[in-house]
């Protein structure tokens, strides 16, 4: 988060749609991919916001709660905030082929495979969109002498993707996550609040029309309906923000995913554009986008703390990234069938890891070990892959 300037108001005869093109120059030499500016109304997206934490599908995301309606009321943030800048970087490495979503599902088909969410198979995009949005700020201080200014990436109660659309950037999709007609959904938002009266951009119309595919394929069921996921049930978060056991239901579903899932974005038929990132920071690290399950199990903790260096998958934890593997290899022990030889290999990697497990990885291993091929805890959702 860059630090908040309080400087001299901006001297009079302030012209803010020449700042505005200049900040769209200094953000694409900075590699962001767009710039909006919205104003501060939106809608109906606190009462939106409300309604979801008053039936608890936040989850254990207490500080989602403890905000409040703080997350839906940017000047309550920060006070005097009159716009709000969002950028757009998109994350798709530059080495994705044409056919990267149809190769996605097949991997997604291979039990033996661990398969970690696009976005955090290269460096920590906290980072990477921090420090150009830090630099922007830089950028618009030195322009413009507002007395608000503050940038923020992940690092606030910022009601993102409601911001975005209201800027224009995209609508929100039924998946709930933004959609850009020449970018599909496979980006980063962030945004910068300022007191600077910029011009603001409009919004935009929906392009879903009567699509129901992310819904239709979400493994768990977590899109419970247009525009609403409950958390507890999405993989994301039973992957990442859940600290503790994953509930047994949704182990099976999980199939072979041990951070993140993409399985809403890879059906939506608007990311067939989805764009291509020139940066290196997003580029697959360790191996992340070909490894198989077995790999992963093999690293100690030391060796987990080395290879997610600099990575979004640091902040679970090494338990939390045991937990998840170990419901991965006993999904595996189910798909594969009794005499494929891996079947052996799985067993003996998840018997060695009991005598060292704490209780919560402990107790996922014996659930694996409990996984028997052609078992009927539940296919994973990969053969629900759409057409």
Not at 18 to 23: E, F, M, P, T, V
Not at 78 to 96: F, K, N
Not at 118 to 132: I, K, P, S, T, W
Not at 362 to 381: F, I, M, S, T
């Amino acid at each position: 988060m860059a630090p908040e300037h309080a400087n001299p108001a901006p001297a009079q005869g302030f012209d803010g749609a020449r700042l505005l093109r200049d900040i769209r120059e200094r953000a694409q030499a900075l590699g962001l991919s767009q710039i909006a500016v919205s104003d501060l109304q939106l809608g109906d997206t606190e009462a939106h916001l409300a309604r979801w934490l008053e039936q608890g599908m936040h989850g254990t995301m207490d500080y989602m709660a403890r905000h409040g309606m703080t997350r839906a009321r940017p000047s309550e943030l920060l006070p005097g905030t009159l716009r709000v800048i969002t950028a757009r970087l998109d994350y798709l490495p530059e080495q994705a082929p044409p056919g990267w979503r149809a190769m996605e599902w097949q991997r997604l088909g291979q039990p033996q495979q661990a398969v970690v969410s696009v976005y955090a198979r290269g460096r920590d995009y906290h980072r990477v969109l921090r420090q150009r949005l830090g630099r922007l700020a830089e950028f618009i201080a030195r322009q413009a002498q507002p007395r608000v200014l503050r940038a923020f990436t992940d690092s606030a109660p910022v009601p993102e993707v409601a911001l975005a659309a209201r800027a224009g950037l995209g609508w929100r999709g039924k998946h709930s996550l933004l959609l850009h007609r020449d970018a599909g959904s496979m980006f980063f938002l962030g945004e910068i609040y300022t007191d600077l009266d910029l011009p603001v951009d409009a919004p935009l119309e929906g392009h879903c029309g009567s699509c129901t595919r992310c819904l239709d394929v979400c493994p768990t069921r977590a899109i419970v309906r247009p525009y609403v996921v409950d958390a507890r049930r999405c993989i994301s978060y039973l992957s990442i923000e859940l600290d503790g056991p994953i509930p047994e239901a949704l182990r099976a579903p999980m199939g072979n995913r041990v951070y993140g899932c993409d399985d809403c974005q890879l059906a939506c038929p608007w990311n067939r554009w989805a764009r291509r990132s020139p940066l290196p920071d997003f580029l697959p690290r360790q191996g992340l986008d070909q490894a198989t399950l077995l790999e992963l199990w093999a690293w100690d903790q030391g060796a987990f703390e080395a290879r997610t260096e600099g990575s979004a998958i640091r902040r679970i934890g090494y338990a939390r990234w045991r937990r998840n593997l170990a419901v991965a290899l006993g999904n595996a022990r189910r798909a594969l069938t009794p005499g494929d030889p891996l079947q052996p290999l799985l067993e003996e990697a998840l018997r060695a890891a009991l005598p060292g497990a704490d209780a919560m990885v402990a107790e996922h291993v014996r659930w694996a070990l409990d996984q028997q091929p052609g078992g009927d805890a539940g296919a994973p959702a990969a053969a629900r892959t759409p057409g």
